[in-house]
């Protein structure tokens, strides 16, 4: 999501940036450009011409004209005017006391309204809530079941009663189970249809009434565009909404949702759902998307999810492992694994400083090639794993016997392992991995270079195929 509207700003502001001098035309023109962009990424019209004049008239009053750099001062502006678009958000959900709280999550049907009220108690849990999913969608056929299953997945309560037919003695019963039995947080399920009518409204309006829930929360299908903008303002004026979730923002959308649901209803983004397991679901920040969005990175959000993933004492054992050249096939293979927890990869590099535009030029990622490295690893015995450098021909052959690969995937992985590590040890020698702002610098020029090589992008079976398209040389005739 957002790569074209990213390519298109980057090029307007690069238009600027090889100019001696830039004057009002050449700023306007730059963003008359960036217009059209976000018209094609299905913005609301009416958002994207008041983006671009606010855009304008903020660089004429800033003196860009005169400044030394004023593609720099034009991407600071741009960036702001984004972050103001989409935000400012409070993510937070605030929990009252006594509880429970009750969340109520609305939407039409298909948006992913179920799978979100997982995806919302797994991270309620996570504050150290004790949420209670609730099945009030009566009207959908396998409703009751699919939170269920869910339930049984993340291992937490569900409250459903298959006799009832009214949405609103089901809520009600929900909440004084849970006040029995201390659950502090009730996440309502409610019913949707494919379109906004009457009935729908009125039903939600009655369990509105009825158990007063602390937020209300609709569920927008991010695929939709300007769809779920419309059904967004719809559905505020009918239940008074507390804030957004988009679902499906790892999609193909083009990102019109995301910019014009703020600027059009008045209500933030709270969340946002980047994949389909339980645990891709993230508290929306407006400075952050507007940096991806200009292919700034969002490193905080990577450290976020890294901090998750990977203990800090045990990261610093891997960095000594890494600096005295102990680290072994099998450090490598407990960070791979702590790696894909964190999300798909791709996903990861694109929080890079300014890898998001690199990545359209790169190999498609292949998920699967973690799996098959890790396959390789796990059929080495513990001396070839501690020691790669005592795999010969014949280890190589039963390796990849064990693995289901190839003998040339393992030679390749073995060296790559090596790269891995003559890398560290020139950034340790320049100190760059050292304490300080170098050492954070020097960690994320690191991550960089280690993100493009075989072993992480995952495209050894892709250099095998471009070895094999290649030409051979024509054979020289030697006159006799």
């Not at 004057?23 to 962009?37: F, G, K, L, Q």
């Not at 750099?69 to 006594?98: A, C, F």
């Not at 203990?311 to 894909?340: G, H, N, P, V, Y």
């Not at 992008?457 to 051979?472: D, E, L, M, N």
Request: charged share 30%; with cysteine; proline share 3%.
């Amino acid at each position: 999501m957002f790569e074209t509207l990213t390519d298109r700003f980057s090029q307007a502001i690069r238009r600027l940036t090889g100019r001696g001098r830039i004057s009002r035309d050449n700023i306007s023109e730059a963003m008359e450009d960036v217009r059209r962009a976000l018209l094609e990424a299905d913005v609301n019209y009416k958002t994207a011409k008041d983006f671009c004049d606010s855009v304008v008239e903020k660089a004429i009053g800033a003196k860009v004209l005169e400044s030394l750099h004023p593609s720099q001062v034009m991407v600071k502006i741009v960036h702001d005017e984004l972050t103001n678009l989409i935000g400012p958000v409070d993510s937070r959900i605030y929990y009252v006391s006594p509880g429970p709280t009750v969340i109520m999550l609305a939407g039409l049907q298909g948006s992913g309204k179920t799978t979100t009220a997982g995806k919302l108690a797994k991270f309620v849990a996570a504050q150290g809530k004790k949420p209670l999913l609730v099945a009030a969608d009566l009207q959908r056929p396998a409703a009751i079941d699919q939170l269920e299953i869910l339930a049984r997945q993340l291992e937490m309560p569900a409250y459903c009663d298959r006799n009832s037919k009214d949405a609103v003695a089901v809520c009600r019963a929900a909440i004084n189970r849970a006040s029995a039995a201390g659950e502090d947080v009730v996440i309502l399920d409610t019913a949707g249809r494919l379109h906004i009518d009457a009935n729908l409204m009125a039903e939600l309006r009655n369990i509105v009434q009825a158990v007063n829930p602390q937020q209300i929360y609709l569920v927008c299908d991010a695929m939709t565009g300007q769809d779920a903008v419309n059904s967004a303002k719809e559905f505020n004026d009918q239940l008074e909404l507390d804030g957004v979730i988009l679902s499906k923002m790892d999609g193909d959308a083009r990102g019109g949702a995301a910019l014009s649901i703020k600027a059009v209803t008045g209500k933030p983004i709270k969340f946002i759902g980047v994949g389909e397991k339980l645990d891709r679901l993230e508290e929306f920040h407006p400075e952050r998307m507007a940096g991806r969005i200009l292919g700034m990175g969002d490193v905080v959000s990577l450290v976020e999810k890294a901090q998750e993933q990977f203990d800090a004492a045990e990261a610093e054992k891997m960095q000594e492992k890494l600096l005295s050249d102990r680290f072994t096939m099998d450090d490598l293979l407990t960070q791979m694994q702590a790696i894909k927890k964190m999300g798909p990869l791709k996903d990861i590099l694109k929080m890079l400083p300014g890898m998001g535009g690199q990545l359209k030029d790169m190999p498609n990622f292949d998920e699967r090639e973690l799996s098959r490295t890790q396959a390789i690893i796990q059929s080495m015995t513990r001396e070839e794993r501690a020691d790669p450098d005592t795999i010969d021909a014949s280890h190589r052959r039963r390796i990849a016997r064990g693995s289901g690969t190839e003998p040339t995937d393992v030679a390749e992985l073995v060296k790559t392992f090596g790269r891995m590590g003559h890398m560290v040890k020139a950034f340790s020698s320049q100190g760059l991995l050292g304490g300080g702002g170098k050492g954070i610098f020097g960690k994320m020029k690191m991550a960089k270079q280690l993100s493009t090589m075989d072993l992480f992008s995952g495209h050894t079976q892709f250099k095998r195929k471009q070895r094999s398209k290649r030409k051979k040389p024509a054979r020289k005739r030697h006159r006799r």
